[in-house]
C-alpha cells in the first residue's frame, strides 16, 4: 500500500509541473468562458461589416415599396452603415410574368442577391410575398430573414393603416413587462431572475456533466502520456523490479484520480465564484456534490484503466490514437444529447444511457443536477453497474499492462491481447 | 544457504525456447556470473528470477522465498533497458526509487548523500538527470540498485558503456559487497570482467547451461598440458625428453606440449639441471578460450 502511495504521490507531483497540465488548467476555463461569451455576443450582436447587397421588388399592390424603401429599410440602413440593404423597385409592365423572369435572370448573372414579388392583395390578408434566392451563401442566410423581417414590417404598417390603427398605439398595446421572482424559503429571500438565471438553469446540469467529462478524458491523456513516457524512457523494468505491475499501474490511477479531483474541483469553484459574481443564483446541493465525487472516482478508474490497457501496448502516442477513437466516441454521445438528456431527465434514452458503464458517471451526473427525482434504487443500481464493471476492467487492464509494458517494437493485434487476458 | 535457486525452468517465446530446463543455484556470499553470447537466454533469466516475465514451467526461489514479490524489497536488479525519470533530479530519482522500494525517509535522507558520494555524482544531486553524460547516468543507475543495500544484487550488463575509471568504481563497489556477505549476479559477454571478479559461472548459449560450476574448478578442469617456457642455454635436448611429444620455439620463448599423463614439475625438475629458467607457466587457458571452444563447438553440433 505504501508503494502505491508513493507511486501516486510521484506522480500527482511530476504530472502537475508539466506544461501540458498547466495550459490545460488555465485553458480550459478560459476557452469554455470565451466560447459562451461570444456565442452570446454574436447570437445578440450585429455582425461585422459586409458589402451592401441588392434586392429588388415587384409590388403588384403598388402600396408596399415605398413604406418599405423609407421606412423599416432606411431606418435598417441608418443604424447599420456598414451593413447596407440597397432596395430598387423593378417595376412591372403589362406582363407580371415577364417582370418576374426579369428578376429571376437578374439573380443568376449576380446583379440581385435577392428579388421578391408582392401580390396584388397582400394588404387584404390574401396573396404572399415571393422570396427568390440563387444559390444563397450559407452566410447570408440570416440576411434574408432580416430582409423579409424588415418588409413584413413594412407590410404590417400599410396593414394598420388601411385599418385606421396608429403604429405607435398598436406597439405599445403589444407590449407586455414581465417580471421573474423566484421566492426563497423565507418571504424576504425573493429574488428577480434576470433572462440569464434561466440559461444559467439549463447550463449547470451541462456543466458538471462537462465537468466529469473534462476531469475524467483530460487526466486520461495525462496517464497514456505517462505510461508511453516509462515505456519510452525505458524506466519500467527498473519499477517493476521494485513494485508489480499491478501497484504500478494501480498508483499511476490514483495519482492522476487525486490530480483529477482537485483540478474539478478548482474548475468547478472558479465557475461558482464566477456565476455568482455576474450575479447568477446556481444553487448546488451537498447530495449532489457527494454523487459527483462518487460518480467521477468510479468513471476516472474505469476510464484509466482502458487508457493504461491502450497505452500500455503502443510505443507512441501516435499509436495509441487509433485505439482511442472507439473510446472517445463513447464519452461524446453524452455531449451530443445533453440538450434532450436535460428536458427529459427521466426519459427512455436518458435512463438506457445511465446503465452504458462509460457513460453512467456523465449521465447520472446530468440528471441529477438537472433537479429531477430519481429513486434512489436507480441511482444505487447505476452505481452497482460501475460497481462490476470496474473491477472487470481493472482486472483486464492488468493483464495487458503487465504484458504490454515491456513489449517494444510492432503493437500487437487485438487477437493477441485477447490471449494475454485468458493467460493466467 | 542459496540466494537463488531455479528448477528445471523452461521459458518460449512463440517457437524459439529461449530458456530450456536451466538449474542454477547461485550460493549466498558470492559473486556469480552469467556469461554466454548475445541472445543466449540472460536477460530472460534475470527477468524471470525478477518475476517480470514468468516461466513457462518449472520453479524459483528468491533469497529461501518462493514469492518473489514478497523477496522484491531484498534484491537491487539492474535491467540491461536503462532509464530514469529524465526530468527528475538525481537526488529524487534516487529517493523515490528507494521508497518504493520500501525504505523509510529517514534512512534515505541519510542514504542517498551516501550513495551519491560512493558513485561520485554529489556535485550533481540537484542536477536533472537529462544533464548527465552517459556514464553518469549509468553510476545513478547503479545506486538506485543499491539504494535498498539489498541482500542480492543481479546486474545485467553492468559495464557496458562505462569508461574503465568507473568500470573500477563499480567492480570496487561490487567486491565490497562481497565482503559483506552479499551476493551479486551479473551478466556480461566479456570474458575478463567475469574471470576477475566471479567465484562461479554459469554458462548459457541457446538457453542450454553449457557450464556451471566455481570458477576455480572450470580452470582446473581445462588446464591444457602446455608449459610455456624462457630459458638461458642450449634448450635442443628438451625434445628429446620423454614427457615431451611437441615443441614450437618463438625467439627464446618456448611452448612445450605434454604428454597425456605427464607431470609438469618432472619437466621443471630436469630443465634446472641444464638450463637457467627465467620463466615457466603451466598454461591455464582464459574463460575467454573456454568460451570460444565451448560456444563453438555447441553451435557446431546444432548446425
Redesign the interface.
Known sequence: M??IL??AQ?EFA?TV?TKTFILGLVMVPFIIGGIIFFTSRISQGKGGPRPPINVAVTDLSSEIFAEAKNGSFYNYNKSNPDRQILIHELRAGEDPNAIENEGRNQLRQGRLDVYMLVDKEILRGSGEIHVYTYKPKPSNVDLLWTVENLFRNAVVNQRYKLQNLSAELMDKLRNVAIERVEIGSGDREDRVQSEGDRAAKMMVPFFFMYLIFMGIVGMGQHLISSVIE?KG????????????PFQLMAGKIAGLAGIGLTVVSLWAGAAYIAARWQGLSVEITGELMLYFVVYYILGFLLFSSLLAGVGSICNTIKETQGLMMPIMMVFIIPLLAWFKLVQDPNGTLARVLSFVPPMTPMVMILRLAAGSEIWIGEILASIAVLGITVPAAMWAAAKIFRTGI?MYGKRPGLREVGRWLKSS | MDAVVLNSVNKFFGEVRAVDNLSIRVPAGSIYGFLGPNGAGKTTTL?MI?N??RPDSGDIELLGDRSI?RA??R?????E????????TVAKVLA??G????VSNAELAERVPRWLERVELSDWADKKVEELSRGMHQKL?FA??AI?EPELMILDEPFSGLDPINTDLLKNIIVEMRREGKTVIFSTHVMHEAEKLCDSILLINKGRAILNDKLAQIKSRYKSNAVCLEAEGDTDFIERLPMVTAVQSENNRLEITLSENADAQELLKALVERVRVQRFEVKVPSLHEIFVSLVGSSNAEDS
Open positions: 505504501r508503494k508513493k507511486i510521484r511530476e509541473k516509462e524512457s525505458r524506466v519500467i523494468e527498473v519499477l517493476l523490479s521494485a513494485v508489480s515491456l | 527477468r525478477m517480470i516475465i514479490d522484491k524489497s534484491v537491487g536488479y539492474m535491467p533497458e536503462r532509464g530514469l525519470y529524465r526530468k527528475m523515490y526509487f521508497a518504493i522500494k520500501g543507475q538506485v540498485t535498498n
